[in-house]
């Protein structure tokens, strides 16, 4: 008897124990649902009001603070909605002073919360785009906020579940820090060219055009490009540009769609690319063209500035092929042992021919004009085999007589990348010569000497 009677006690030791943390479940489960609300004051999330609010360059954080009557039994979602009708009847109403309504695509956020298990807050995310806060400087921002479907039983505040988002503009950024998008120097008739950064070319002409961010630069953003008209035909419509012939977008010129802003940068650029032919077309007139800024995709446009005017200068902007213009031609050696390879391959405008010389040492190729013509430019083109034959040291020289020689323009150690290659050299020079000479005393590796063409530039 007495040896059977502790195994009975401990199954019925067992027994208690497991029937303790059976009820202790059961207990759990069965803790009460939750009051689910959004921390607010009345009804309303001021913004700022204390340090309610975390700023970058681009971006500001609000915490949307939803709240628990008390710790969550166990975890469960709420559905966070946005209520713009409400907000539209308040602004409508006159009920939020100068407010706006906080525009969907200049905010995000999260489309329900996750609640927990043992907590009794949590802070919800909104991050709205400093675009709008620059956008609508002046005016209070305003978006409801709302709770739905609280999930597990739980229940909605019936005063807590909305609560408008009042954001005052002011006192997140003062107006100087409003990062305005405008053209440099925009608003305004600019004479082009301005500067000395155009490239000019026999059939095209690129002009760089610099659009400028104020204030501190923050992320990468684009901003859209286009031809305004409008805009050049007002002016002629009103005198201030009466004798002028706007260009055509596609006919005339071209530019990119979309300019692309680097971050952390305040300036960016794109080309404009115009046709020479076009220049040439409406040289004695005075050809401009407006250019427009729209729907950046960061920041605000200066709408002052975010139009610009330009009155091109064709005699600044011409480049003119020079070479076959009342010129006599003549080299300091010949190719006798081939006739399609002769000096006059030279300068026939014809990349596929070359001019081809034995027994290299040196070479000069002489133009003479009529009269006396003033170059700034000139272009070399490889010819189609042999890169250890292309010229490596030459010099550019003018000369009144033929017989005194002043250097224009030295190159060493050059090379080609790349067979039927142009490549153009610029240099400075104001004075007008009757004689050029390219006088070239090394090539790359060899004994033969070729090119394909030489042209003589002239550069306003």
Same mark, same amino acid.
């Given at each position: ?28 489960? =069965? ?9 607010? !004051? ?26 628990? +009557? ?18 539209? /009847? ?40 400093? =675009? ?45 820090? @409003? /990062? ?17 950064? /155009?490239?000019?070319? !026999? ?13 501190? #630069? ?15 035909? #007002? ?19 071209? @530019?990119?769609?979309?300019? +692309? ?28 063209? #407006? ?7 960061? /920041? ?46 030279? @300068?026939?405008?014809?990349?596929? +021919? ?15 004009? #009529? ?27 003018? +000369? ?49 000497? =070729? ?10």
């Amino acid at each position: 008897m007495s040896r059977n009677i502790f195994p009975a006690l401990l199954l019925v030791s067992l027994s208690i124990v497991l029937s303790c943390k059976k009820d202790n479940k059961f207990n759990d489960e =069965q803790l009460s649902p939750v009051n689910v609300s959004i921390r607010s !004051t009345n009804g309303k999330i001021i913004v700022p009001s204390g340090n309610n609010y975390t700023r970058t360059i681009d971006y500001m954080n609000v915490p949307v603070n939803i709240q628990l +009557s008390a710790t969550a039994p166990k975890i469960f979602t709420v559905d966070v909605l946005v209520n713009n009708d409400t907000v539209q /009847h308040m602004i409508d109403a006159g009920q939020l002073g100068n407010a706006v309504l906080l525009e969907e695509n200049y905010y995000q956020l999260p489309k329900s919360a996750e609640m927990r298990f043992g907590t009794d807050t949590l802070a919800l995310p909104l991050q709205i785009s400093m =675009q709008a806060i620059e956008r609508f400087y002046g005016k209070t921002l305003a978006l409801a906020i709302a709770l739905d479907d609280a999930g597990k039983q739980n229940t909605l505040d019936a005063a807590g579940k909305m609560a408008v988002l009042l954001i005052n503009t002011k006192e997140i950024i003062k107006e100087e820090d @409003i /990062h305005y998008i405008s053209f440099t120097g925009g608003g305004s008739i600019l004479k082009q060219p301005s500067g000395t950064d /155009h490239t000019l070319g !026999t059939s095209l002409v690129v002009l760089p055009v610099s659009v400028t961010l104020a204030g501190l #630069a923050g992320g990468a953003f684009t901003v859209n490009v286009s031809a305004s008209a409008d805009t050049a035909q #007002a002016l002629i419509d009103n005198g201030s540009l009466p004798e002028s012939v706007i260009l055509k977008e596609g006919d005339d010129y071209t @530019i990119p769609s979309t300019l +692309s802003f680097p971050a952390n940068t305040n300036t960016a650029r794109f080309d404009l690319v115009i046709k020479t032919e076009s220049l040439r077309k409406y040289e004695l007139n005075k050809p401009i063209l #407006a250019l427009r800024l729209s729907s950046p995709t960061k /920041h605000l446009l200066d709408t002052a500035r975010s139009t610009v005017v330009m009155e091109l200068e064709p005699a600044r902007l011409i480049e003119t092929d020079i070479t076959n213009t009342n010129i006599g031609f003549k080299t300091q050696y010949e190719n006798t042992s081939n006739a399609n390879e002769t000096s006059g391959k030279l @300068i026939d405008n014809n990349v596929n +021919s070359k001019f081809l010389l034995f027994n290299f040492s040196t070479l000069w190729a002489q133009l003479e004009f #009529a009269t006396p013509q003033t170059t700034g430019a000139y272009t070399l083109t490889s010819a189609n085999d042999g890169p250890e034959r292309d010229p490596k040291n030459w010099t550019l020289e003018g +000369s009144d007589n033929g017989s005194d020689w002043t250097v224009l323009d030295t190159r060493t150690d050059q090379s080609f990348g790349s067979r039927f290659l142009t490549v153009k050299y610029t240099f400075s020079n104001q004075v007008a010569y009757k004689f050029y000479r390219l006088n070239v005393s090394a090539v790359r590796n060899s004994d033969l000497f =070729q090119l394909a063409e030489w042209r003589l530039l002239k550069r306003p």
